[in-house]
């Protein structure tokens, strides 16, 4: 009897260990070891990097979608909103109110509401048209019908969004099926379904997903906190990343949040070494199959799906339920999370569990009750740990991103697996632990849902949208920036005509220089350089040894207001006297210099060594200079000081000062720009189109004095509020009205009138106005240039507020950069257009199909601002597609130009004595016989050729 009962006793153990050893081998795919989550982690990285890169993003399948969300809440977001909340187990609406300041706190109010499957998977309207029911009935409930509150609208599904109230469906997940909402914008879905109802309207501000609601919601309460993490129905990511990482979104400076969409990883196949056959099998199963591989092994919706399938195959092999598979275990869903975080509670005792799995309809035995719960394990375990070798991937990024070697962050957490489920947490957090060992992260739950944070993003985005609308007429859309092109190219040909330049705004004025440096120029110079931000005087000496060379000796000047507003004998007394310490400095006192005099304002020329100033600009306002000869005026000052001589022998702008500097290194240079305190343009003309100077042959430098754009009432379109402000302000009203959109002794002033005027609606500062900022000119253009840098920037936005004594919250700097590139993007869209007129010009002139040409440029603001040169660059380039333009960037002033005009003028001096015979004559004549080089063309230009 003994015997039979140890053999009966074996029999059993031995079935035992042959059901334990198959229920293993089911089970062993879900065992990952730490090498295949580290292999996950890093195919996950390699993902991440494609979904950034413009290249790869098309075929990425983590598709990290831009949002419009570039930075995280403050404590200054203040008002009333409304928030919809759909996608995850409920759908929710909101309202909250939110108070900033020191007593600043989220007060909400919701009502749930359901969505029936019919509804789920109906047509895109009855959808839409039963969210809006669903908002009717809680606006009635909290009796708000009549406020038009802002929306934000929390969708918890892949969108591709443009801008922060524009998101276009990329495609279905989770439950959702509703037909004719892919490839469509979810915001105008909703505004049409409200207007179908015609019974009250809102202002839809912002589409958020939930991750991002997520991290917005945690980011109130710790400002540390960078990434939104959902373990739900779905599952995805969101955090912030750098804007120069993120290729497919325009400009370098701050951060953007990124909705990762990871749900999608793995949709190419990269990790089907580790999706098991029930895998495969639930994602048959499901609404979308062939995507979401990632999201369909980690998520609440799947994982019991996940369980009922090993579950099947199980009882197939009649470990399981006593071989019989019921009706129960063929429903879909049955498992849903709550369940399996239920069985998988430690304290639960199995009687319990055999209780739940009786809910489900499943007549289990206390055997049977362990498998399940042991199942239900691994599966959860393998989710948990795939989450976090997820997560560990993006914290590795953000550590990256910081440059530092240990990195803090806090990653919001929401999602009902994460939160109802006994083990799930843990497992994920020690898997982060154990994959990013340099990064100490804390994870955060969300205690309000995504509703929140929707409402902080709708609280900011109002704001940036208020601020926008102001700015709104600064932004140019490139038709309007071609339409300035070709009034422009008008407004050349008006100047360049002898009938309509006399009533002309952009005066086009012949400089009489022929040509840019051909190499033979020699000699020993002093160059004058009057203008721009500096009083320059250098000595310039130019050899000729085996190869040209050039030796330069400068020395800045002061010339204070007083002197620039005070009479013209003074300035140019001062201006002799400046000259005459640097001859002393030089020891050049007794040799009489040939002189090159870059004065960088609007002169008529008739001849080189003249130039009658037309009016002052800038900062410039000296008596009795307009109408008179700047050289004539020069020469008397030294002549009345007597302790030097000197010869002017030409006076050029300093547009033409930087071409002939570019000139210098480059043959082909043939425009001259200069983007500084002032703005201005010079080129090679065609003779035979410069109607105010005799002879057709050849060419000759144009000084455009574009500044003057606009003058006539031409721009006004595009003038706004703080263009006439600044106007009205200024030295020379009504003057030079394209300059003073465009340069730098304007662009500060711009920002600060608009500053001034947004605080003072209460978009910036809450209101709060500070003497500084009322102060004219405390804003200056290098702050621009600062605040737009694309690190340190909105540290720089916060220092020089500071020192105006407002004291600016995060979202204050965020405002006050983007206000700063609107106004800087405005000016190089501005020159772009009017470049492309001149570009457009030299084009026809040569009759080629395509131009290539180098614009010589100069002028602090080009140099200084960070970003100015690669806009106006991108621009031109976009307007003047048939173009190939080098910008050479003038190194030495135009100084070295100026030397450069001096030396052919004083070459041909020297020798014009022994020439003989009429200008004019010699002109033809010589283009004629084709005898007539650039250096007879300057005499004959210069009046040194004498019958
Ligand atoms: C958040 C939200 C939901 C979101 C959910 C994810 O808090 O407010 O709308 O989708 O969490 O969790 P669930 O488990 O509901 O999908
Ligand atoms: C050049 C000159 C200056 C000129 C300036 C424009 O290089 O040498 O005299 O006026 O650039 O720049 P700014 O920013 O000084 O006005
Ligand atoms: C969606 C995501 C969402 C996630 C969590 C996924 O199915 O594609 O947009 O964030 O679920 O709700
Ligand atoms: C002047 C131009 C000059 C430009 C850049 C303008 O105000 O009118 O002559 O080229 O500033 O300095």
Do not use: N, Q, W
């Given at each position: 009897q003994v015997s039979a009962q140890i053999l009966a006793f074996f029999t059993v153990a031995r079935r035992l260990a042959a059901q334990r050893k198959e229920i293993d081998a089911v089970l062993e795919p879900f065992l990952l070891s730490p090498e295949t989550l580290r292999e996950v982690k890093n195919k996950m990285r390699t993902e991440l990097e494609y979904g950034l890169k413009r290249e790869t993003q098309g075929s990425a399948t983590v598709k990290m979608l831009p949002t419009y969300v570039c930075g995280t809440p403050d404590g200054t977001e203040k008002g009333k909103f409304l928030a919809l909340d759909l996608g995850g187990t409920n759908f929710r609406v909101l309202l909250v109110k939110i108070r900033s300041g020191r007593r600043k706190s989220v007060r909400m109010y919701n009502k749930i509401f359901a969505i029936p499957l019919e509804i789920m998977q109906g047509t895109g309207e009855?959808?839409?048209?039963?969210?809006?029911?669903?908002?009717?009935?809680?606006?009635?409930?909290?009796?708000?019908?009549?406020?038009?509150?802002?929306?934000?609208f929390t969708f918890s599904f892949p969108c591709k969004q443009a801008s922060i109230d524009k998101g276009t469906l990329v495609g279905w997940t989770k439950g959702f099926k509703a037909t004719d909402c892919e490839g469509e914008d979810v915001v105008d879905m909703l505004r049409e379904a409200i207007k179908r109802r015609n019974e009250f309207d809102l202002d839809i501000v912002a589409v958020v997903n939930d991750t991002v609601g997520t991290m917005m919601t945690c980011g109130y309460e710790d400002p540390n906190c960078e990434i939104g993490l959902i373990a739900g129905t779905g599952s995805n990511v969101c955090y912030m990343e750098d804007m120069k990482n993120i290729e497919i979104v325009e400009g370098n400076e701050g951060k953007m949040c990124i909705n990762t969409e990871w749900g999608g990883f793995g949709d190419n196949g990269c990790i089907d070494n580790i999706r098991t056959e029930y895998d495969k099998e639930v994602d048959e199963g499901s609404l979308n199959p062939g995507k979401q591989r990632y999201e369909k092994m980690t998520s609440g919706m799947y994982l019991g799906e996940i369980v009922r399938q090993i579950l099947i195959d199980l009882t197939k092999r009649g470990l399981l339920f006593r071989g019989q598979i019921s009706e129960s275990l063929r429903k879909r869903g049955i498992f849903e999370t709550k369940f399996l975080s239920q069985i998988e509670s430690d304290r639960l005792a199995l009687l319990q569990v055999r209780q739940i799995l009786q809910q489900l309809g499943l007549d289990s035995t206390c055997e049977d009750s362990i498998i399940v719960k042991e199942v239900c394990g691994a599966v959860s375990r393998r989710a948990a740990q795939l989450c976090g070798a997820g997560l560990a991937a993006i914290v590795e990024k953000k550590r990256e991103n910081r440059g530092v070697e240990h990195l803090q962050i806090t990653v919001g957490v929401d999602g009902t697996l994460y939160k109802l489920h006994p083990h799930f947490s843990r497992v994920l957090q020690e898997t982060v632990k154990e994959l990013a060992p340099w990064c100490d992260v804390t994870f955060m739950l969300s205690e309000d849902g995504s509703g929140k944070g929707a409402a902080l993003i709708t609280a900011v985005a109002k704001r940036l949208r208020n601020i926008d609308k102001y700015l709104y007429a600064m932004r140019l859309s490139d038709e309007t920036l071609i339409d300035i092109m070709a009034r422009f190219r008008r407004e050349m040909k008006n100047g360049l005509s002898r009938d309509f330049n006399p009533t002309a705004t952009v005066k086009m004025l012949p400089t009489f220089v022929r040509s840019i440096p051909d190499?033979?120029?020699?000699?020993?110079?002093?160059?004058?350089?009057?203008?721009?931000?500096?009083?320059?005087?250098?000595?310039v000496k130019v050899s000729h040894e085996k190869k040209q060379t050039v030796q330069m000796e400068s020395e800045i000047y002061n010339t204070p207001e007083d002197i620039m507003h005070g009479s013209g004998t003074r300035l140019f007394d001062h201006v002799a006297e400046c000259l005459g310490d640097f001859m002393e400095k030089q020891q050049i006192k007794d040799k009489k210099l040939p002189v090159g005099f870059t004065f960088s304002f609007p002169c008529r020329q008739s001849k080189l060594d003249e130039g009658v100033l037309i009016t002052w600009t800038k900062r410039f306002k000296a008596s009795g200079v307009e109408g008179a000869d700047v050289v004539k005026l020069l020469n008397r000052a030294i002549k009345k000081r007597g302790d030097y001589d000197a010869d002017i022998m030409a006076v050029v702008n300093d547009t033409v000062g930087t071409m002939m500097t570019c000139g210098f290194d480059d043959q082909r240079c043939e425009v001259g720009l200069i983007i500084g305190t002032g703005t201005n343009a010079c080129y090679m003309e065609e003779m035979r189109h410069i109607d105010l100077v005799e002879g057709d042959e050849g060419r000759m430098c144009i000084n455009t004095e574009w500044g003057a754009f606009g003058d006539d009432g031409s721009l006004e379109d595009i003038r706004t509020e703080f263009d006439r402000e600044i106007d009205r302000g200024s030295l020379n009203p009504g003057k030079q009205l394209f300059e003073k959109m465009v340069s730098g002794l304007y662009m500060g002033?711009?920002?600060?009138?608009?500053?001034?005027?947004?605080?003072?609606?209460?978009?910036?500062?809450?209101?709060?106005?500070?003497?500084?900022?009322?102060?004219?000119?405390?804003?200056?253009?290098?702050?621009?240039?600062?605040?737009?840098?694309?690190?340190?920037?909105?540290?720089?936005?916060?220092?020089i507020l500071t020192r105006l004594g407002v004291e600016p919250s995060h979202e204050d700097c965020v405002a006050v950069q983007h206000v700063c590139t609107i106004v800087s993007f405005r000016s190089a869209n501005l020159v772009a257009a009017t470049l492309g007129a001149i570009l457009c010009q030299l084009r026809d002139n040569k009759g080629v199909g395509r131009l290539r040409t180098t614009v010589g440029v100069d002028g602090s603001l080009y140099k200084m601002h960070p970003q100015y040169a690669r806009r106006l660059h991108k621009t031109t380039r976009r307007l003047v597609p048939d173009s190939d333009v080098r910008f050479l960037l003038s190194e030495s002033g135009s100084g070295k130009g100026a030397a450069m005009v001096t030396a052919v003028a004083y070459r041909l001096m020297s020798s014009s004595q022994t020439q003989l015979c009429t200008c004019v004559a010699i002109n033809t004549l010589g283009h004629l016989l084709g005898i007539m080089g650039p250096e007879l063309q300057h005499a004959a230009a210069l009046g040194h050729l004498t019958v």
């Open positions: 009855e959808l839409f048209d039963h969210i809006v029911h669903c908002i009717a009935d809680f606006l009635e409930y909290m009796g708000i019908k009549g406020a038009r509150l802002p929306l934000g190499g033979s120029e020699k000699g020993d110079f002093i160059a004058l350089d009057l203008g721009g931000s500096y009083f320059r005087i250098l000595r002033e711009l920002v600060r009138l608009i500053l001034v005027k947004m605080a003072k609606e209460g978009l910036l500062f809450e209101g709060r106005i500070t003497p500084e900022l009322l102060t004219k000119g405390k804003f200056e253009t290098k702050h621009v240039s600062a605040i737009e840098k694309s690190k340190e920037g909105l540290s720089k936005a916060k220092d």
